[in-house]
């Protein structure tokens, strides 16, 4: 069985390295001229897929645009899943789930089990109740070839007070989070299947990710603030691992097909610039 890593690593050789969000907020829809319901939902993801579901590495959906519309919405999220597996996209499904026991194992199932309606590549996770708690959700992934990303430094500004609180032994929450994943990829070739969650707003985040093993998803780029070049400053010697992750900056050259192609293509061409330049 190929591991999520090695899905991922084929996929940026092949497509380059970018992860475009689908994120269809009220605001996204009407500045597509759609209506903010279950129409204006399927119209909005279906361009998306259609325009970037060939050519892009990974596509991110944020499960709460879809929950917001209920069983409707959701059945629109598995109907997006399942086109994008089709146009040999990667899909990281950005939920940020986190528990214990049974609940996470429950989550687990929901996302990284091949035969739930949800199924996809990778999640996104929230290790707040310890890293250890999300342990069901890293073993399922391993055993049917899935990824989890896991929240470690992120771009909202409340983040800090908690990631970078500082634990008995000095270091960081944030840098237990990185070492704990760390571990999880220890021997992993040529990626591993455990990421981190780093923002690309943050600037120099003082920490290490050098021996992280597995993928850096850097959202915050484009119209969060943050631009290509700041990840240089953020990941150093770590930009190979770099996933970096673009939404609104993508989305808004919407509804037009080709106008999603050239954005996407835009912002690929300044991040492999700077990745090159590692």
Known sequence: METFGARLHRAITERGPLCVGIDPHPGLLARWGLADDVDGLDRFTRTVVDALGDRVAVVKPQSAFFERFGSRGVAILESTIRQLREAGSLVLLDVKRGDIGSTVSAYASAYLDPSSPMYVDAVTASPYLGVGSLAPMFDLAAQHGGGVFV????????????????????????????????????????????????????????????????PLLAPGLGAQGAGAADLRTVFGSSLPSVLPSYSREVLSAGPDGAALRAAADRVLAECRAVLAAR
């Open 151 to 214: 929240l470690a430094l992120t771009s909202n500004p409340e983040g800090a007070a908690v990631q970078r609180a500082r634990t008995a032994d000095g270091r960081t929450v944030a840098q237990t989070v990185i070492d704990e994943i760390s571990q999880l990829n220890r021997g992993a070739d040529p990626l591993g299947s455990f990421g981190l969650v780093v923002g690309a707003t943050i600037g120099d985040t003082g920490h290490d990710l050098s021996g992280v093993g597995g």
